[in-house]
């Protein structure tokens, strides 16, 4: 059995949000009523949808980010600029390539203002503890990249701080030093070899959060809020064949998947708050290829499991979920308690050729997606059928970020180029009717404008 550290706040967020503020004077909410607690002893695992403001609620802990509502509490004291008792490891490296391996891991002393021959002799110490003796004096150029994402944990733990906070650390390494530098990381952890008292990932990986984590924060997004706080109560080291291990991982592939899911009682999950109905349908930044490819994969599979597919693949939950989420807006698949089926119309999509197919898509995207509905509302209201696209940039900049807007939109060109219900003219950004273009679904189109 493993010891345990005696738990202690170390971090609370009171009722945190954080918005930005568009030059129209509309702020466009990332975080929303963010209440949570980090306590020493722990390591903490953020998971979430690509936009849930994982990495913006990890630098508001930080400091780095002021919230716009709400508050950081560090020690029970409200927080007021940078959090003195926090590190963070990037994804990037971000290592100074004209400085040495010691060098760079003395910045975070020397920023402090330690002196010299107290900095070196802590630098030294904690190269030799992640693995880096002998490379003192070597240049990042000279390192494989596991050994520089080394250089930057030992810059992070040197400043010896309370929270050590990683952002999507091993996300830039081969499978194999990822998965070799993630376990040195849990020994040094387990065997109280880092003066670190407390840590938060996030994480896009679903198994590297039951790996690693004694508790996982599972977000929402648009805005983003905690959906579910996830205790892990198993035992280090993990056994990822398991029974215990799977069941975890599916249920969290459950609550990413579906929105509503609510677990069973018996499950070790606690909801803290409800799902909130979107201000604004979010597309998925998926192609219809890739949801077609997809349906060709389910109709012979006789595993349905969410998660066991996602392996199979070789697909982390940010590259398999938005495939997911756009067949399921467009009505080919359904979820099921973490199982993903194929309906009669997935079937009839996946029986068709090409053009009974796109009409498929047409259909779906006339009754279910209010964008496409409006684009094409808007381009058969003007006389000459065609629409410059600032002007749907403007209406999604009202309820996105501007970038997320252009992803909004990009989806929106992409799906309905796709099902023929209108063209684009990218150089001179115009989406456009074609004069050959006839849609079927007029009456679907009227019906729908009440909800616009």
């Not at 064949?241 to 069973?264: G, H």
Request: aromatic share 6%; net charge negative; glycine share 6%.
């Amino acid at each position: 059995m493993e010891a345990k550290m005696e738990l202690k706040e170390l971090i609370a967020l009171e009722q945190v949000g954080k918005s930005y503020q568009q030059p129209n004077g509309q702020q466009i909410p990332i975080l929303e009523n963010i209440s949570l607690k980090l306590n020493t002893g722990e390591i903490v695992a953020l998971l979430g949808p690509s936009g849930s403001g994982k990495s913006t609620l990890m630098r508001i802990i930080a400091g780095l980010i002021a919230p716009t509502s709400g508050q950081v509490l560090y020690r029970n004291r409200p927080m007021l600029g940078l959090n003195p008792g926090v590190a963070i490891i990037f994804q990037a490296f971000a290592l100074y390539p004209w400085l040495t391996v010691l060098e760079n891991v003395e910045l975070g002393l020397k920023a402090l203002g330690a002196e010299v021959i107290s900095r070196r002799a802590k630098a030294l110490k904690m190269i030799d503890i992640i693995g880096l003796d002998g490379f003192e004096n070597a240049y990042p150029k000279e390192l494989s990249g596991g050994m520089r994402q080394r250089v930057g944990f030992a810059r992070a733990l040197a400043v010896e701080p309370e929270l050590l906070c990683m952002d999507e650390p091993f996300s830039a390494l081969d499978v194999l030093t990822a998965e070799n530098l993630r376990f040195e990381l849990l020994d040094l952890w387990i065997e109280r070899r880092i003066p670190t008292k407390a840590i938060l990932i996030v994480t896009h990986g679903i198994e590297e959060a039951v790996i690693l984590a004694d508790r996982i924060i599972v977000l929402g997004r648009n805005p983003g809020r905690i959906r579910a706080d996830l205790p892990v109560t198993l035992n280090h080291y993990r056994d990822r064949k398991s029974p215990e291990f799977q069941a975890l991982v599916d249920q969290v592939y459950k609550i990413l998947t579906n929105p509503e899911f609510e677990p069973v009682k018996a499950a070790p999950v606690q909801i803290l708050q409800p799902p909130q109905p979107l201000k604004y349908q979010s597309l998925p930044q998926v192609r219809v290829g890739s949801i077609a490819g997809l349906l060709e994969l389910l109709e012979d599979r006789q595993e349905k499991d969410l998660y066991k597919l996602g392996q199979d693949l070789q697909l982390e939950v940010d590259d398999i979920l938005p495939i997911v989420e756009g067949a399921k807006l467009m009505g080919l698949v359904t979820l099921t308690e973490g199982d993903i089926n194929l309906p009669p119309l997935g079937l009839e999509f996946i029986a068709g050729n090409v053009d009974e197919r796109k009409q498929i898509v047409q259909n779906q995207l006339l009754a279910n997606i209010p964008l496409i509905q409006q684009i094409r509302l808007l381009l058969q209201a003007k006389r000459n059928q065609r629409l410059p696209e600032e002007l749907i940039l403007d209406i999604l900049e009202s309820h996105f970020s501007p970038n997320e807007a252009q992803r909004q939109l990009a989806t929106a060109i992409d799906w309905g180029r796709y099902a023929e219900l209108y063209s684009y003219d990218e150089p001179a950004g115009i989406i456009f009717l074609e004069q050959n273009v006839e849609v079927n679904q007029e009456t679907s189109i009227a019906d729908s404008q009440s909800s616009l």
